[in-house]
């Protein structure tokens, strides 16, 4: 049966547009055109939007990357977040044994085609260990073989990929092979200078992993990561939480960029999205406590965030215009990776568009 579904604005073209009706059925989208003044619909709803793409998701409904590094632990991952609304999605490794990075390699491989597999993010294990966070020390390293053969194996198969590693960690003849290699290079977990990070962004970074966290905060007199990442002409990840970064301190970074669309959203989702409220990680539980995730020690380990909410949290708490919203979850990991951003035409399929409400919360199809 086909529901005609009336969308007070919808997204097209990286831009809202109002008076739209969608005909839709099971099978999803079949039809979107303007609304005849004579109609009236089965459905009104505040927003029709693609769905998003998330680049960096560790675990949801129940199952880490890190404890099924398989084809069908990335299945898993990927299909809990499809049925929460995110289209699209990079399952991330963080920070382990070399012979595990080469297993996700391998399953990403193994991946290719999945629907809503974006590519394999690899967080880590070359990290500054002042700044690893809830990464092991014992695994954190320079770069080395099996990191650089896991690269060669993904790209060799033309499987998207990003990898966070620490600029003054890695040098920056290694971070350009490796950018040369087609890998999007994204500092992170760092403590680099603002030359150490102006030297790794000449070699081939392009990006920063999740802004401000596992990141030194910048001062009037040194800038260090954080400050230049916002002064940059690069893209940055945040976390729009209300943990990792205050609602303050995301809209400073937001309005100081120097160009638009250099900001996406992540979730850093843990496997408590669609899933338990608590799970180990390095042997240690980590678990949901005020609606963060926090080790025994109560420090943040991850987010028990989906993307959706990071969107909504960034225009009803941050301010920010619902259409820079929707393109920092949609257009820009696009443009990230090089890819083309999902669009809403005849054909779209249920997971991959979204609908909201007046309070842009998710409405099911």
């Known amino acids: 049966m086909i529901r005609l579904v009336a969308a007070e604005e919808t997204f097209l073209n990286g831009a809202l547009h ?3 009706v969608a005909e839709i059925d099971a099978g999803g989208i079949r039809r979107l055109r303007p609304r005849r003044s004579d109609e009236t619909p089965d459905l009104n709803v505040r927003v029709l939007m693609p769905a998003g793409i998330d680049l960096q998701v560790n675990g949801a409904g129940g199952v880490m990357l890190n404890s099924d590094t398989s084809a069908n632990g990335i299945g898993h991952i990927v299909a809990t977040l499809r049925r929460l609304g995110t289209g699209w999605v990079m399952p991330t490794l963080i920070t382990c044994e070399g012979d595990r990075i ?12 999945m629907e809503g597999f974006y590519g394999l993010h690899i967080e880590g294990p070359h990290l500054n260990p002042a700044r690893r966070g809830t990464h092991r020390l014992d695994y954190v390293r320079p770069m080395d073989a ?3 053969k896991a690269l060669e ?9 990003m990898l966070t590693l620490a600029p003054e960690v890695v040098p920056a003849e290694t971070i350009r092979r ?9 500092a992170g977990h760092t403590a680099a200078t603002a030359d150490e990070v102006k030297a790794g962004l000449a070699a081939g970074i392009t990006c920063f992993t999740h802004l401000y966290n596992a990141m030194p905060p910048m001062t009037s007199r040194e800038p260090g990561v954080v400050g230049t990442a916002i002064g940059s002409t690069a893209h ?14 995301a809209g400073i970074a937001w309005r100081a960029r ?15 999205i669609g899933g338990p409220d608590h799970f180990e990680l390095y042997g240690e539980r980590i678990e949901v406590r005020d609606g963060a995730l926090v080790n025994a020690a109560g420090a943040l380990a991850g987010a028990h965030v989906d993307l959706l909410t990071c969107l909504r949290n960034l225009v009803v ?9 929707i393109r920092a979850v949609t257009i820009v990991p696009a443009n990230v990776m090089g890819r083309t951003a999902p669009t809403l035409a005849a054909g779209t399929a249920p997971e991959e568009f979204v609908m909201l409400d007046a309070d842009l919360r998710r409405v099911m199809p």
Not at 178 to 186: C, E, L, P, T
Not at 258 to 272: E, H, N, W, Y
């Open 178 to 186: 490796i950018a040369d290699m087609g890998v999007i290079v994204s």
């Open 18 to 20: 109002r008076g739209y």
């Open 146 to 148: 099996d990191t650089l």
């Open 102 to 113: 080469l297993r996700a390699a391998e399953a990403a491989v193994d991946s290719l085609g």
């Open 258 to 272: 120097p160009l638009a669309d250099r900001v996406f959203l992540v979730s850093d989702a843990m496997s408590t």
């Open 236 to 249: 940055t990840g945040m976390i729009v939480d209300g943990h990792h970064v205050s609602w303050e301190m």
């Open 153 to 161: 194996i993904l790209r060799r198969a033309d499987v998207p990929v």
């Open 317 to 325: 708490h941050v301010g920010v215009p619902l259409a820079e919203a």
